[in-house]
């Protein structure tokens, strides 16, 4: 404090010391300075005071235990997973499957957020009553509660094993979950997969080519049955002429459970659904919110023009809908991702039931697992907020 | 500006607090549980007879019995003890935060959780095993059949690290699902989730009593691994390390010198030298571990000899009917052999 006021009191030699300590600016960089001081001697503390009661306690830490040998298994895993693996790869795999109910959960409500939330403002009395019902009902159960349902429900609906329902595609459902066949590239799906690029990229240039003219000459042309048909029927064209390069293993019955094929489990089927359902109610009031907050002016002035209904909708109310839906949405994404960790309640192996669980009763390393479990959340929630918010930017009203 | 300067007092307070390390270890557990006039034990949440509350809300078991016979040596009254359910997973952290003094729930004694956990066990009041549990329609007889099950497992166990032991040593397969907890684990075993619940087996036999109609399960004959059951106390308070741990052997020994609930009076006036050093009339036994002589003598009369609580809880005048088996006294050709209090 005092080399501060000194340095700049050199320079400034007409002023006094005091009249700097009364210098908002100086003082308010002064008391930063003290209070970022102060919280990181505090958080020095606090790990330097745990580090010594766990040593006391005779309790180990540190993060060497990740690179252990895990030796238990897991139900679901996104990537290569065994026993004899470490812990850390046990941390990915759990991550892996948190991310994986967080993208698809979030995918799930928006679309039926959405129509739900369009249904409440129907003109069709029965769909805004039934769209109401949905709404009051399911945003009124605590979470934990409709998972449990969920589950419990669905185990008891589907079929044993040996009496598995069988499904188009040889793909069979079962109270242990949804077989469908595995698929295998043989040589030659390259070829189909770079003409999905070509494909890609031509549909691409053709939405440029067609948005130009649409400002040249006013006339639209047609966007989806064109870029459909592109963006299949080349690929296909390319599969057909490589001689079908793909094989199928199917799932064949075998003495307990259906083997081979590739397996939706029950525990991820309930906790989707469970969530979507959960998180779809507040999303259809947000929505409903968003699209009610457009005045009607806009609505009837676009009509006044010769829009047609669906247009009025896309084009005028939902663009100015999304303005005040987006930042509560975000909200949602963030509470599902963090309602994700139910997941432990109904078997599903997510983050916190195969790192904070399991990880953590064979380590005893609370601390640590907890600390790197916490960050993880952090971080999602975070990084969720940052793309909420560039699209947000994105979708901001751009005044001319 | 006084705002600040009070923040500042508190964060700098807030420190120093802080950096003086372990200042909670000063009183020991024992002077600590006297003063409160109650022993804290972590129990299962309801494992019928090892640890689960009887319809009028009294606890009772094996395990409910070892915490009341530490309340009978302290206090001279086996009820002064505030039984805490805990789960699997919660069970340790709960003993070494000092939410309890004592750890009685079936737990496994493991060189990881005696070294590194920094808890001590304090001996073996049960020998166990993990075992399989199928559905009898299944027509499964052996565990080696299990090759592409599916199998329920609670979380937290040692259960899980068993069952890859097994089925990678057997070069088999299967499908594991872990639930959190033990309601959810059976309730997604009885919807058909799993073909097989596993678990220690004295557990299997207790669970299997809760199914509806018990004879529609079965529990396959193979051990897979030693499962020994015992109490668990924090590291470094040795006395009461010693309390626990003579706690079980004087329930142990009394057994072997045929001392009980209903002649522990009589064998006041026995003659036997093991005898009377047990009740407190020869030697200060009782001394040596800040108790009064007669804490063995409340023990067996408030509580029972451990072949009591066996019978009583587990063994013949239970439900579970389990055989004493590898429980039964080292002469008897079991394994209960505590160390002479001598
Ligand atoms: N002995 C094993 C397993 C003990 C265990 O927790 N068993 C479970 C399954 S029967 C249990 O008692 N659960 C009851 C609960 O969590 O409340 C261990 O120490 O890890």
């Known amino acids: 404090m005092a080399k501060l006021a000194r340095r700049d009191g050199a320079v400034k030699q007409t002023r006094q010391l005091t009249d700097y300590f009364y210098d908002p600016k100086v003082r308010g960089i002064l008391f930063q300075v003290i209070v970022v001081a102060l919280i990181s001697w505090l958080v020095y503390g606090a790990v330097l005071n745990t580090v010594n009661n766990l040593e006391a306690q005779g309790i180990a830490s540190g ?35 948190t991310l994986l109910v967080a993208v698809l959960g979030i995918v799930f409500a928006t679309t039926v957020g959405f129509m739900i939330g369009a249904a409440r403002l129907s003109q069709n009395w029965l769909i805004a009553q039934l769209a109401t019902a949905y709404v009051e009902i399911l945003r009124n159960l605590p979470p934990l509660l409709m998972l449990f349902a969920v589950y419990f429900g669905v185990l008891k ?28 590239w043989e040589p030659g799906f390259g070829v189909v997969v770079a003409s999905l690029f070509v494909a890609a990229i031509c549909v691409i240039a053709y939405w440029a080519w067609a948005r130009w003219r649409h400002t040249q000459t006013g006339r639209q042309m047609p966007i989806l049955l064109p870029s459909l048909g592109v963006i299949v029927g080349i690929p296909l ?23 081979g094929g590739i397996a939706l489990l029950p525990e991820l089927i309930a906790l989707l659904v469970g969530l979507a359902l959960y998180t779809s109610a507040f999303i259809a009031e947000i929505v409903r919110a968003g699209i009610m907050g457009v005045p009607t002016g806009q609505r009837e002035a676009a009509a006044a023009l010769g829009l047609k209904p669906g247009q009025i909708l896309w084009l005028v109310v939902f663009p100015q809908a999304m303005r005040i839906i987006i930042p509560p949405l975000t909200n949602q994404y963030l509470n599902l991702t963090k309602n994700s960790s139910l997941a432990v309640a109904i078997g599903y192996p997510d983050l916190v039931s195969v790192f904070a669980g399991t990880v953590l009763n064979q380590t005893n390393q609370a601390v640590e697992v907890i600390l790197i479990t916490m960050s993880v959340y952090l971080v999602l929630s975070l990084l969720t907020s940052l793309f909420m918010n560039w699209f947000n930017q994105r979708m901001a009203l751009v005044e001319r | 500006m006084k705002q600040l300067v009070r923040v500042a007092a508190a964060l700098t307070a807030g420190v120093l607090f802080c950096a003086t390390p372990a200042a909670a270890q000063q009183s020991s557990v024992l002077e600590t549980v006297k003063s409160r006039g109650q022993l804290f034990c972590g129990v299962n949440t309801g494992l019928a007879g090892f640890g689960a509350p009887d319809d009028k809300g009294n606890w009772k078991g094996l395990d409910v019995d070892l915490c009341r016979a530490i309340s009978a040596a302290i206090f001279k009254d086996p009820n002064k003890v505030k039984f805490v359910p805990l789960t699997a997973k919660e069970r340790f952290t709960a003993l070494q ?57 609670q979380a937290g166990t040692t259960t899980e690290k068993n069952l890859a032991d097994y089925f990678r040593s057997n070069k088999m397969e299967y499908k594991l699902v872990v639930f959190e907890k033990l309601p959810e684990t059976i309730a997604a075993y009885n919807a058909g989730r799993c073909d097989s619940f596993t678990t220690d087996v004295s557990q299997l036999y207790a669970i299997r009593l809760t199914l509806g109609k018990a004879d529609d399960h079965v529990v396959l004959p193979e051990i897979i691994s030693k499962e020994p059951l015992g109490p668990v106390v924090r ?26 609930q209903s002649n522990v009076d009589s064998m006041l006036n026995s003659d036997n030298p093991s005898i009377r050093r047990l009740l407190g009339k020869e030697d200060t036994f009782g001394a040596a571990i800040g108790l009064d002589n007669d804490w063995a003598f409340q023990i067996i009369k408030l509580v029972g000899n451990y072949g009591d609580s066996f019978a009583r809880n587990v063994g013949a005048q239970s439900p579970l009917g389990i055989a004493r088996g590898q429980n039964a006294l080292w002469k008897d050709g079991g394994l209960q052999y505590a160390p002479p209090i001598r």
């Not at chain 1, 109270?175 to 595995?182: F, T």
């Not at chain 1, 001689?243 to 003495?255: I, K």
């Not at chain 2, 939410?99 to 808890?119: A, K, P």
């Open chain 1, 63 to 97: 993060f060497g235990f990740l690179d252990r040998t895990a030796g238990f298994d897991i139900s679901q895993s996104l990537i290569p997973y065994e026993n004899t693996m470490t812990y850390a790869r046990a941390f990915w795999v759990g991550l892996l499957n």
């Open chain 1, 157 to 184: 609906t589907l079929p044993s094993p040996r009496e598995s329902l069988a499904l188009p595609f040889s793909s069979y459902l079962n109270s242990r979950g949804l077989y469908v066949p595995a698929v295998h």
């Open chain 1, 237 to 259: 064209l390319a599969f057909l002429l490589m001689g079908m390069p793909l094989s199928f293993d199917p799932p064949v019955q075998g003495r307990f459970n259906l083997t």
């Open chain 2, 97 to 153: 935060s000092g939410e309890i003094d004592v750890l009685s729930r079936n737990t496994t004694w493991t060189m990881s959780r005696d070294t590194s956990f920094g808890l001590s066990f304090a001996g073996i009041n049960y020998y166990d095993g993990q075992g399989f549990m199928v559905k009898r329609s299944l027509g499964v007889v052996s565990a080696k059949e299990l090759s592409g099950a599916s199998i329920c497992v």
């Open chain 2, 235 to 260: 590291q470094g308070d040795p006395q009461w390390l010693n309390i626990v741990r003579w706690t079980l052997n004087a329930m142990l020994n009394a057994e072997e010198l045929g001392v009980n």
